[in-house]
């Protein structure tokens, strides 16, 4: 055979391999790691043989598991709040997020009080990070900086420098300002997928404009407080510009200037500009809260290869939790969900 034949064949099924395996960064699933934990841990009430609470952990690999089958990802990051996450934004608008550690999240008899339910909850944290590793995904905290932050820089980078088409998983509605045609947010609570489509359905008002509604609304959920008298039903008939073109925030204060006599609402957002400026510093991730060194360890990070399936490890792990309740046919699961992960380049 000439040699310079087979040499083009070789090529050939080199070329044809990579476009079998794809990107690694072609269709990435970003995971918000608390909320899709503490979802799990509020609803699974899962205790194994040694009577021990497992079910944020197991529920969350359960979950885990179903996204991948649902999405089919290239690569997947799960990312978690850091230490001290609220910090940056706390020091914008102190009553960020206060009070959220004061309640229970469960209404079980396997946790006697608060504290019991809290160690409970950062023992199977732990855990899971265990497991994570030894995952072909990628797991992201940062000190200091939220979730939100991480994954809103992130899904930028791979939507525009990498082409990658993104899918965050959260229930946390601040993601749905990310939305493009390169970025879908999926809440699990609703089992629906946001797109710029879906935005104007659900809300009436265009994608661009979220952070403006989300502004004026506030969140109570965040302790962040919006404009007095003015509700989600009201919104629109107040400010029709958010479903008709793309505002910023400098054109809400001259739209607000300009009709501040036609009602108290327009008065308001005038009156209260300082601390509608600083909700909407908190809650806009088109600028998330990093700093340089920050931005450089994450870039690195998307440059980083996929870390390698342990089976064993995470065997080790699930026979020692005992996950046999919550979780069936683990190697099954491993080989036929995972182990495809390790393939992209």
Request: a neutral charge; one cysteine or more.
């Amino acid at each position: 055979m000439d040699k310079k034949y087979l040499l083009g064949l070789l090529n050939n099924i080199k070329k044809e391999d990579k476009s079998i395996l794809g990107d690694r960064h072609e269709r990435v699933l970003l995971i918000d790691g608390l909320n899709l934990f503490f979802r799990n841990f509020a609803i699974m009430n899962f205790v194994n043989e040694q009577g021990v609470h497992i079910g944020g952990l197991g529920g969350f690999i359960r979950s885990l598991n179903s996204l991948i089958n649902q999405i089919h990802p290239t690569s997947v990051y799960v990312v978690f709040d850091g230490i001290g996450a609220s910090t940056n934004r706390k020091n914008i608008l102190p009553e960020y997020k206060s009070g959220r550690n004061l309640v229970r999240i469960t209404n079980w008899d396997v946790f006697e009080d608060l504290e019991e339910e809290h160690d409970a909850k950062v023992d199977q944290i732990v855990r899971l990070v265990h497991y994570l590793k030894c995952l072909p995904v990628k797991t992201l905290s940062l000190d200091k900086i939220e979730a939100d932050d991480i994954i809103a820089y992130i899904s930028n980078i791979l939507s525009n420098k990498h082409d990658s088409q993104v899918f965050i998983v959260s229930n946390d509605r601040d993601f749905v300002q990310l939305v493009n045609n390169k970025i879908t947010v999926y809440r699990p609570v609703e089992k629906e997928y946001y797109t710029p489509k879906t935005v104007k359905n659900n809300f009436g008002i265009l994608v661009e404009n979220f952070i403006i509604y989300k502004t004026l609304l506030g969140d109570q959920s965040d302790k962040v407080e919006g404009v007095k008298g003015l509700g989600k039903k009201g919104i629109i008939k107040k400010f029709p510009e958010l479903a008709e073109r793309i505002i910023n925030f400098g054109e809400l204060i001259d739209i607000c200037i300009e009709k501040h006599k036609e009602h108290v609402v327009y008065s308001r957002v005038v009156f209260d500009l300082k601390r509608l400026e600083n909700n909407y510093r908190v809650m806009d991730l088109s600028n998330p809260l990093l700093d340089a060194n920050d931005k450089e360890y994450l870039k690195e990070e998307i440059k980083t290869p996929t870390p390698a399936l342990n089976i064993e490890g995470f065997l080790r792990l699930y026979h020692e939790d005992g996950l046999g309740k919550i979780l069936k046919n683990p190697e099954f699961i491993l080989n036929d969900t995972y182990k495809i992960l390790n393939s992209f380049k």
